[in-house]
């Protein structure tokens, strides 16, 4: 018989460290007065290896790869395109997936609009809440829409009731909302904390796998460290997709972090309604909505999202400073790169902008890290600068370095085609890509070398 060992140890909450001691500030991600001491009972899981390499239970049988069959049926489709695309084609059976995000983003709403198309196609889901009432589940599926009348809900918050539940209904799909509500008896810390979040998971692994059930759970992601946040359990999941979004903003995106069923470089769009989510098919229209006419200090640029070119709006505001430090601010981009750019500006072009405030702002709420928008930011800034609104028909991108050179960008064409779909007539792109940019298109390329090249065009 294994024998249970009971402890005592700390865990970051933040990142899930751990450790045999307080400290103070956490040695994995930084945090100051994460840890938190918690009580654990080391019980050996059936099936897993004791340090003799004896097997408690039954062994596995050996496979050989090439007959292991796959067939596309594996996948459910959610039918909502934009997740399906993001999950890799949709969820696959027997897997685990983490959808973590800020509290009130729509990790709820999503998961039970999945959970209705999926039990209108017949398949059997049950939607699993710690966090709301029946009444309160109800209150939102009218909101969303008709329902099918066998979509199963459990308001419960216990994990072995939970798995005797789903042992006995089999559903296909389970939806657990939220990890952190779960509590394991077998663990004396209370919910939320590192190792019942983990012991949690651990066990809806086993589930996931051993009855093929697929599982989708929400994690919140906090930043107070009050409960243990997605990231611990990030490692022990298939699948992690964060939804995020600018809560004044409408729009949200979901991205995949890791999959192991598909790419991660698949974002999709939703924009928030009064019926639910709804997918944004274009996403580039979306965020260009409500553009200025005719206003000095805005271009639009392209930014790869995964596969997908996006065109967002960017906008700069260049005024006289009256204070012996100008003022710089960014908001969706980096501010060191903002200065960085300016700097380039004025060593490269000879504009004075040393005693000029300069503001910076990506529109939607978007945040880009790609340098593929420092075209677009330096031709903002000096149309602001200059006072002279550039054609709302032109579209700006390139790396920008050091020298005021600008450099090649990955992907170039397909920024150039979706700028086209959007009825662009010029756009800027690097020298080195415009030969590639102009082929089949009607679309005017314009290269240029250096940054006082594109000035040099433009003004
Ligand atoms: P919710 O899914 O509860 O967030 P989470 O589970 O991530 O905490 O979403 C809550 C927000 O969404 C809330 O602020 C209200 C808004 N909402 C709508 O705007 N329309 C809707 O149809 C629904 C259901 C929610
Ligand atoms: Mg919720």
Redesign the pocket.
């Known amino acids: 018989m294994a024998k249970s060992k009971t402890g005592s140890v700390f865990f970051c909450q933040n990142c899930g460290h751990e450790s045999t001691k307080w400290m103070g500030q956490c040695p994995g991600c930084k945090e100051w007065n994460t840890f938190v001491e918690e009580t654990i009972e080391k019980t050996p899981h059936m099936g897993v290896m004791s340090p003799g390499g004896r097997r408690k239970g039954n062994p596995a049988a050996l496979s050989v790869l090439s007959d292991i069959v796959i067939t596309s049926e594996d996948k459910l489709t959610t039918g909502i395109g934009e997740l399906d695309r993001v999950l890799g084609g949709g969820i696959v059976q027997g897997s685990l997936t983490l959808v973590g995000?800020d509290?009130?983003?729509?990790?709820?709403?999503l998961l039970l609009q999945v959970c209705r198309n999926l039990s209108e196609k017949a398949h059997k889901v049950l939607y699993i809440s710690g966090e709301e009432s029946l009444a309160q589940i109800k209150m939102?599926a009218d909101?969303?829409g008709e329902f099918s009348k066998d979509m199963l809900l459990l308001c419960e918050t216990n994990l072995d009731d939970i798995v005797e539940i789903i042992r006995e209904n089999k559903p296909e799909v389970v939806v657990i909302d939220s990890i952190q509500t779960m509590y394991n008896e077998n663990v004396s810390a209370a919910p939320g904390s590192v190792s019942q979040v983990r012991e949690s998971t651990g066990i809806l692994l086993q589930l996931a796998k051993g009855l093929g059930v697929s599982v989708m759970i929400?994690g919140h992601v906090t930043k107070e460290g009050t409960v243990a946040g997605p990231r611990v359990l990030e490692h022990m999941v298939d699948t992690v997709l964060y939804f995020e979004g600018d809560r004044h903003a409408s729009y949200r995106v979901l991205r995949g972090v890791k999959n192991r069923f598909g790419s991660t470089n698949e974002i999709g769009v939703f924009e928030?309604?009064?019926?639910?989510l709804a997918e944004v098919q274009n996403a580039s229209e979306y965020m260009l909505n409500g553009r200025p006419e005719n206003a000095s200090g805005s271009v639009v640029s392209c930014t790869m999202e995964g596969t997908r070119p996006l065109l967002v709006e960017i906008q700069s505001l260049v005024c006289q400073s009256n204070f012996g430090i100008p003022r710089r601010q960014s908001t969706g981009t980096d501010l060191n790169r903002v200065n960085l750019l300016m700097a380039v500006l004025e060593k490269r072009t000879g504009l004075q902008m040393a005693s000029c405030d300069a503001y910076v702002n990506i529109t939607g709420g978007m945040k880009i890290q790609e340098p593929a928008i420092d075209l677009g930011i330096v031709l903002a800034t000096v149309s602001s600068f200059k006072n002279r609104p550039l054609s709302p028909k032109l579209i700006a991108f390139g790396e920008v370095g050091l020298s005021g050179e600008v450099r090649a960008v990955s992907m170039a064409r397909q920024r150039v085609l979706e700028a086209e779909k959007l009825g662009f007539e010029t756009v800027i792109v690097p020298a080195v890509c415009a030969e590639d940019c102009r082929k089949n298109c009607k679309i005017t390329v314009i290269g240029v070398q250096s940054v006082q090249d594109a000035i040099d065009r433009l003004f």
Do not use: F, L, N, W
């Open positions: 995000g509290p009130g983003i729509g990790k709820s709403t939102r909101r969303i929400v928030m309604r009064e019926q639910g």
